[in-house]
């Protein structure tokens, strides 16, 4: 294994940790700005897409993956977000604007909804949010006169400086400028006291008050911040589905968004982006590849849904800490081979107690 | 000598990438109170949960009454009559300090047998009598550390594996704990397999001990004869002179490393 | 003048009283030892200290300054620092990241700033770390800097928490028996830390433990709490030699 | 080279439901619109060019329904899309037809939105939910009832129906004198019933499904609620409904645009077609399976009409044209023309007795 | 006052639907110490069973009841023995998640299965009435809420003093523990996945004639949700106290306040009762003591 030489603190401050890190990150960014120019507006849209749930990945991540608190919740923020952009628009604000609009008023919400979080815990929060999800769904259908109710309303589409960018190549440009800007800051906070901060909640929320840690202000930081991403990927999720509705925002929206980072692997930046593929890409790729199946096959009734959930168990059955704790096992496979152990990946026994 | 009721030969296990033992053997006779010593991290935990089956060694056996039990799972382990006090207080925090007790006795069905075995150790350990009626989780850590001592008790084991068990014990009840290990031992005849790292007081009552650094034993042999060594007698007697003045922490190093 | 003081203070959980009408003052810049059979409530007494309790009744003064009703939060910015007797790390960080939580009493910068990582927050950080592997020295930290809580063994996650509570620069220090699962050794060892942060570092230090070689090694004063009660307070040796503590405490 | 037609193609794509809780009209949609489509590509195609039917699975979930119009458009280069499931799905997709001149047609959703206003990309044959319950609250003025009222999901889809029967009765000069809702969801009306009761109405209109239309109208017979007539739409015609056991909804009224003749009743080819279904995939076709099968019949026929080079706009345009036009299953005639997208707004209202739904008027067109 | 009874009657009824469910997601909870997301799922496979059982096979409908039990009872045994048992110990969350894939998979199987159709479900008590004082009440509603009680009551009786009762709360508090004690902590999980399934069957078939049979009954589980959490997710009287609760509060909202107020009724509370009580009703508080 190849171990980066420190030669001073610094160096563990540093976003990229080695030169060959620069290397692959600085070859992915090719690739990512280049796409355009190779892919067609199918896959552009799709990876459009990817990136938006990306965004509520990582903001979910924040809030779940390192503050260890749960929301079953976050299709709410995303329907707070997606509308008040769509609204903000529709009054003709700039699409700029109407994007911080967006942002401030979900993670104003945010910050509010973690205010319960002082009290409730686990399984608790976590339906707390639930119903607070419930709620958000019921104002969107009752307050017509901004959100159309039921019938819902179309979305214009995103216009900067009197550019429009409905084309696949201008708002895929958008959506990854946004989650470029979503991981840096993120990982900013993260290598900061306040990434710690987090953590410590997580871990042992006693031992983080004893050395000062407000639970307070951390959690509804945590909130704050985890809503305003998703707000903001909200707006541009308003955008990629054209025309809000109530009953876009449910429940079961939340419940997989809150897979998205429990498949790709809690506790990590990468985790929430190999989530938003998994979520966000794979049911597409079924969809593609029932093209290819026999017709007795592909015509089955729930056959897409019942694949997803078959790949859904077999992914966490085979890895139950996430798709980047495999990527974590490969790249190590690979940095130290010929030597690897097979040891070094068999799973252990393990065993969990309450946190009750 | 008849043959050792648990035997471990060349015992290796690992923490995913982490050897935390490496080739350990050791046996504990019929009838005896065997005992482990060694510095923090030594893999002495390690052993011991490789014999309850809570972790599967990459190599090697482990013997129990003639029976390889390497790759079973703890439970059955348990079944069979080896009974674990873990290192960490390992009590259920929602059930009461009796329901504790009586799930030490779960794979038993002789009513009257377990009723006197509560009575036995209400009778060894009266504090616990005391808090018959508490929730475990809000006992003090002495409190529960009895009571998960009292547990394993409840199982009538073939063969005790004690993990430091006079962690956070008082001086008082170090001395209970250990006076009631050796009369048990003598007692009911029942091996004992404790790591300790009140080494004083282990050597006293064990028959036997092994040594471990970095996993693997160093030093074997009869407790009498392990007090006797210079090493042990600093490193774990803490019998060396004083060093009262902190800069002239010079010490000597450990000579088997 | 007494760093800290404790009044009458007591806690009842339902019908236990854990700790009741305790009193005892503590001189700045020495070792003063609790003592007392399990489940005294000398825990529970650090408890209250840290604020994770709330006393039913008496106060808790600290530089002069009644703490009773602080939040539990600010009590670390006024410089008291506590380990746990269970161990309360967090166990899905590196001994790094548990150091630096160390300093959180004294981070300064904004969510801003953090966001953007400015300037400032780096100089801020490296100004933690320097602190930090200060510690880190001092506690021979060095070959755990970047392990998982959750890979180290007990003794080492021991002195993790030490270190953990002397990052944070305290003016007085609490330690739930700190020589708990170490051994003979490595109790030498910490009676030797113990020495130092009194008198390198000028920290005043209370501390419960049940190695009474560990106890007369270091405390400048003792006291032995039974039920909740105080039996009496003194030196290592004139609280060893009374009748209540030996029977109830040390065993004839 | 119009986008979909290749030399031997036409590609016609649909975003319906394979799964899900409208899985039962996406599934039989599907099924029925491949049975016209082989029967059309066994005649030999259209002029020359064999009709080729995605159906990609949009789980009634808006966020699946817009990747699939986004593979359909984008990947599949479809020339036309049909059957969409569901109004928020359409409302969704609509957009990305409309930037790629892609037609939307005859979708499953019966919400006025999905014809009107016109646009020329959008076309509905049958009645929608206001023209059904329109032709229900028309019917039972007529009976001389006045105090109606109203039940209804609280969704668009129940919306639309309260502001059908509405317009309807404004006509009339009455209006609804009482309403609650409900969520999809439900599974107890208790509540609801008691307060119509107490408004005292003597016809409730329901903006239900099949679920809930049978818990509102079980609940209240048992209730012993029997002077008042409930009637709901198009989804509450349905076997389910009418198979309650022990005739649990003898008496329940639906009002519904596409209704199932009796098979002695129903054209020859209609006749076939219910065999072939039936031997197909085992079950009787239901509503929206009709429906579909019609919309490709209308596709091909308008395929024809527009000539070997059709354009998507010579398509609707041949769209436009057709008048008079006879389904195979004796529905009243469809007509389109520049300014009417919508074929037929005829209504039927149907009421169940011994387990099956039976025809008590119609066609009734509200506008009429 | 007759209204006010009725009321009553009617919420008592959908209450005790909750309970059911909910009783199904606290046995998980209670002795896994997972929730488990595809209980709806579960439900709607036991209805289904059974409508083969009856529609199909011809079977009495009792003998029909008795089967579906024991075929989702094992079915659920199953599942656990050969998927779930696999990440025993694995983080919680991985294994809530692996029930929300296994929901897809029922879904899915479900409908290749039994077709996406609807069924009717014909039993003995569907139609029945009774008028007591001018109050209606259903003979299905009693037939749920008595079954609801009583499975309530065995259930609680169960954990509270068999053996294996403690032993299943025990592996779910601390599983090392467990199996320090000879608990057989995998065959207890199977167990009580196989004790759960069978509650969901019972609680699909009762429910069954109230709605059609179909894909859609799984959605019955998220009020249920509501319910468990509000009881005291883990508490047995608090699954059946929490149910009746929010059936009682939405049958009332729905008939004294505005119109709709019905739907959030059961959230609202949820979200008042946690604040005030953070734990549920009959939740036992935790606190780790350090
Ligand atoms: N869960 C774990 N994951 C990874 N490594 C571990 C784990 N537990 C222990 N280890 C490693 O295994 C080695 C042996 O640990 P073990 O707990 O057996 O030591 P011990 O002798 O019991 O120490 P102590 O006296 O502190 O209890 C240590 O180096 C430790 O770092
Ligand atoms: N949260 C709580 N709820 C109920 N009882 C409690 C709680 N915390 C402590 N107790 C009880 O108060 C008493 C004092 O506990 P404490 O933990 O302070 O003891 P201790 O002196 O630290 O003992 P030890 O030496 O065993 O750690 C014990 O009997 C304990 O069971
Ligand atoms: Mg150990
Ligand atoms: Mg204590």
């Known amino acids: 294994m190849r171990f980066p030489y420190k030669t001073d603190y610094g160096q563990d401050l540093d976003l990229f940790k080695s030169s060959s890190d620069r290397f692959w990150y600085g070859l992915l960014a090719l690739v990512l700005l280049s796409m355009p120019l190779w892919v067609d507006t199918f896959w552009l849209g799709e990876v459009s897409y990817v990136f938006i749930l990306g965004i509520v990945g990582i903001g979910l991540m924040i809030l779940t993956g390192y503050a260890g608190q749960v929301s079953i919740g976050h299709a709410a923020f995303l329907g707070i977000g997606a509308y008040t952009h769509a609204i903000l628009l529709s ?266 | 000598m008849s043959e050792p009721i648990l035997k471990l030969t060349n015992i290796e296990s690992s923490y995913g990438p982490i050897t935390a033992i490496r080739g350990i053997s050791m046996s504990v006779p019929e009838a005896t109170i065997v005992t482990v010593l060694g510095a923090n991290g030594a893999g002495k935990t390690t052993v011991l949960k490789t014999i309850s089956g809570i972790i599967d060694p990459r190599k090697g056996a482990v013997i129990f009454e003639g029976k390889a039990i390497q790759s079973m799972d703890p439970d059955a382990v348990a079944r069979i009559g080896i009974a674990h006090v873990p290192e960490g207080r390992e009590v259920f925090p929602l059930l009461t300090a009796r329901e504790n007790l009586m799930m030490g006795a779960y794979a038993r069905s002789d009513r009257k047998g377990i009723a006197d075995d509560l009575e036995m150790v209400f009778n060894y350990l009266p504090a616990v009598k005391r808090l018959e009626k508490r929730t475990a989780g809000t006992m003090s850590g002495g409190e529960q550390q009895m009571l998960v001592i009292g547990r394993a008790l409840m199982s009538r084991p073939k063969l005790l594996l004690l993990d430091e068990p006079s962690l956070g014990l008082s001086p008082r009840l170090v001395k209970e704990i ?80 | ?108 910068s904004n969510l801003v700033a953090e966001l953007l990582f400015l300037g400032s927050v780096r100089r801020e950080e490296l100004a933690h770390r320097e602190k930090v592997e200060e510690v880190i020295d001092f506690l021979n930290l060095h070959k755990y800097r970047d392990s998982m809580i959750v890979n180290l063994p007990y003794g080492v996650r021991k002195v993790v928490e030490l270190a953990r509570a002397l990052c944070s620069e305290p003016k007085l220090l609490l330690l739930d028996e700190p020589s708990s699962g170490l051994n003979t050794e490595e109790t030498g060892e910490m009676a030797f830390w113990i020495h130092d942060i009194r008198d390198r570092y000028g920290i005043t230090v209370l501390m419960v433990e049940h190695d009474m070689g560990l106890v007369n090694r270091v405390s400048d004063k003792v006291l032995a709490l039974n039920y909740g009660r105080v039996i009496t307070i003194g030196t290592a040796a004139q609280v060893q030699s009374h009748p209540e503590v030996i029977t109830a405490y040390l065993g004839g | 080279q119009t986008r979909g037609v290749t030399d031997t193609e036409v590609i016609i794509g649909s975003a319906g439901d394979l799964s899900g809780p409208a899985a039962n009209n996406g599934l039989a949609s599907a099924h029925a619109m491949q049975l016209r489509v082989d029967e059309i590509n066994a005649a030999g195609g259209i002029h020359g060019r064999k009709l080729r039917l995605i159906v990609e699975d949009a789980q009634y979930q808006v966020p699946r329904a817009v990747q699939a119009a986004n593979k359909l458009i984008n990947r599949d280069k479809i020339f036309a899309m049909i059957g969409t499931v569901g109004t928020p799905q359409n409302n969704a997709v609509f957009p990305l037809l409309e930037q790629n001149n892609i037609p939307s047609l005859f979708p499953l959703s019966q919400a006025r939105v999905m014809w009107s206003p016109v646009n020329k990309l959008k076309f509905q044959f049958n009645a929608d939910y206001r023209d059904q319950v329109g032709g229900a609250v028309k019917y039972m003025v007529d009976q001389k009832k006045t105090k109606f009222c109203a039940e209804y999901q609280d969704t668009d889809f129940g919306k639309d129906i309260v502001t059908g029967a509405e317009e309807e009765l404004k006509k009339a000069g009455l209006s609804i004198v009482a309403k609650s809702t409900h969520k999809p969801t439900d599974t107890d009306l208790g509540t609801q019933m008691i307060n119509l009761r107490k408004a005292g109405c003597e016809v409730v209109v329901l903006g239900t499904l099949g679920r809930d239309a049978i818990i509102a109208y079980t609940t209240a017979r048992r209730a012993g609620w029997t002077d008042v007539e409930f009637i709901g739409v198009s989804p509450t015609y349905d076997p389910a409904v009418s198979g309650v056991p022990d005739g649990g909804t ?71 044209s057709i008048k008079d036009y006879n389904d195979a299953f004796g529905n009243p005639p469809q007509n389109y023309s520049a300014d009417n997208h919508q074929g037929s707004n005829a209504a039927f209202v149907t009421r169940v007795k011994g387990g099956a739904y039976e025809l008590i008027a119609g066609p009734i067109s509200h506008t009429d | 006052m007759t209204e006010l009874s009725q009321l009553i009657v009617y919420g008592l009824a959908t209450g005790c639907i909750y309970s059911l469910i909910a009783l199904g997601f606290v046995l998980i909870y209670k002795a896994t110490e997972m929730v488990n997301f595809a209980q709806g799922d579960l439900l709607m496979l036991g209805a289904f069973v059974a409508v083969t059982f009856i529609l199909t096979l011809g079977l009495s409908y009792w003998l029909a009841f008795i089967l579906a039990v024991i075929v989702m009872a094992a079915f659920s045994y199953g599942l656990d023995a050969v998927v779930l048992r696999r990440v025993i110990g694995q983080p919680q969350f991985s294994v809530v998640m692996l029930t929300i894939g296994l929901g897809f998979i029922f879904r899915a199987g479900a409908t290749m299965i039994w077709g996406t159709e609807p069924y009717n479900f014909p039993a003995p008590f569907s139609s029945g009435v009774s008028v007591v004082g001018g109050v209606v009440i259903s003979h299905v509603a009693i037939s749920i809420v008595v079954g609801t009680v009583v499975l309530c009551s065995i259930l609680w009786a169960f954990f509270r003093f068999s053996k294996l009762g403690v032993a299943m709360q025990a592996a779910s508090q601390n599983q090392l523990a467990a199996y320090y004690m000879g608990v057989p902590v995998k065959r207890i999980f199977s167990l009580i996945w196989a004790i759960s399934g069978g509650v969901a069957a019972v609680a ?84 780790k003591k350090v």
């Open chain 4, 250 to 320: 003898d008496g329940l009224y639906a009002s519904t645009g596409v209704w199932i003749k009796p098979r002695e009743e129903m054209p020859e080819a209609g006749r076939q077609m219910f065999d072939k279904y039936k031997a197909a995939y085992g079950s009787e076709p239901t509503v929206s399976a009709m429906i579909s099968y019609i919309g490709i019949d209308l596709i091909a026929i308008a395929l024809e009409k527009a000539g070997k080079d059709v354009t998507t706009e010579s398509f609707l345009a041949a769209l436009e």
């Open chain 3, 1 to 108: 003048m007494a760093i800290f003081q404790a009044r009458d203070v007591a806690i009842k959980f339902g019908r236990i009283s854990a700790v009741d009408g305790v009193t005892f003052d503590i001189e700045p810049g020495t070792v003063f030892t609790i003592i007392g059979p399990n489940g005294a409530g000398k825990t529970t007494l650090f408890n209250l200290i840290s604020r994770l309790y709330d006393t039913s009744a008496g106060t808790l003064t600290f530089e002069g300054r009644d703490i009773t009703n602080l939040p539990a939060h600010s009590i670390a910015g006024l410089g008291i620092a506590r380990t746990f007797q269970n161990l309360e790390l967090f166990d899905h960080a590196t001994v790094l990241q548990n150091l630096l939580l160390g300093r959180h009493a004294h981070t300064r």
């Open chain 1, 91 to 356: 009054m003709g604000t700039p699409f700029v604007v109407s994007l911080v609009g967006a942002t401030a008023l979900s993670t104003l919400i945010g910050a509010g909804v973690g205010f319960p979080a002082l009290r409730v815990a686990g399984i608790y929060l976590a339906m707390a949010t639930f119903a607070f999800n419930f709620l958000v769904e019921f104002v969107f259908v009752r307050w017509e006169s901004m959100t159309g109710g039921f019938s819902g309303f179309a979305v214009a589409s995103p216009e900067f400086l009197g550019v429009s960018f409905t084309s696949g190549g201008g708002f895929y440009y958008i959506c990854l400028l946004s989650i470029v800007l979503a991981i840096l800051l993120t990982l900013n906070l993260l290598r900061s006291p306040t990434g710690r901060a987090l953590i410590a909640l997580r871990d042992s929320e006693t031992a983080a008050q004893a050395l000062g840690v407000r639970l307070a202000r951390y959690k509804t930081t945590a909130f704050a911040i985890s809503a305003g991403l998703t707000g903001f990927a909200g707006a541009l999720f308003a955008h990629r589905i054209g025309y809000l509705a109530p009953d876009i925002f449910t429940i079961m929206f939340s419940i997989q968004l809150l897979l998205m980072v429990v498949v790709g692997g809690m506790g990590s930046i990468h985790g929430a982006i190999f989530g938003a593929i998994f979520v966000g890409a794979l049911p597409q790729l079924i969809a593609i590849m029932r093209d290819y199946l026999p017709d007795s096959v592909a015509r089955q009734p729930g056959i897409e849904p019942g694949i997803f959930g078959l790949l859904l168990v077999l992914t966490i059955l085979f890895e139950p800490r996430g798709i980047y704790g495999r990527w974590l096992k490969i790249k190590h496979y690979f940095s130290v081979f010929p030597m690897h152990k097979k040891a070094a990946f068999s799973r252990q026994k393990s065993y969990t107690k309450s946190e009750r």
């Open chain 5, 204 to 287: 699909g078939i009762l429910i069954a004639p109230l709605t059609l049979v179909d894909n859609t009954m799984s959605m019955l589980g998220l009020k249920a949700f509501a319910a468990a959490v509000l009881g005291g997710f883990g508490s047995i009287p608090g699954a059946l106290v929490g149910g009746i609760l929010i059936g009682m509060i939405e049958q009332v909202s729905g008939a004294y306040f505005i119109d709709g107020s019905k739907d959030i009724a059961a959230y609202a509370t949820l979200l008042l009762v946690l604040l005030l009580r953070p734990q549920g009703l009959f939740g036992a508080v935790g606190r």
């Open chain 2, 178 to 257: 250990f006076e009631l290990i050796v009369r048990i031992n003598g007692e009911q005849k029942l091996p004992i397999l404790v790591v300790e790292q009140n080494a004083g007081t282990a050597l006293k009552a064990a028959h036997y001990g092994y040594v471990l650094e970095l996993g693997r034993v160093v030093m074997e042999d009869s407790c009498e004869r392990l007090m006797e060594k210079e090493d042990v007698r600093e490193f774990y007697l803490g019998a060396a002179p004083e060093n009262v003045h902190a800069d002239i922490r010079l010490k000597r190093r450990k000579t088997w490393q």
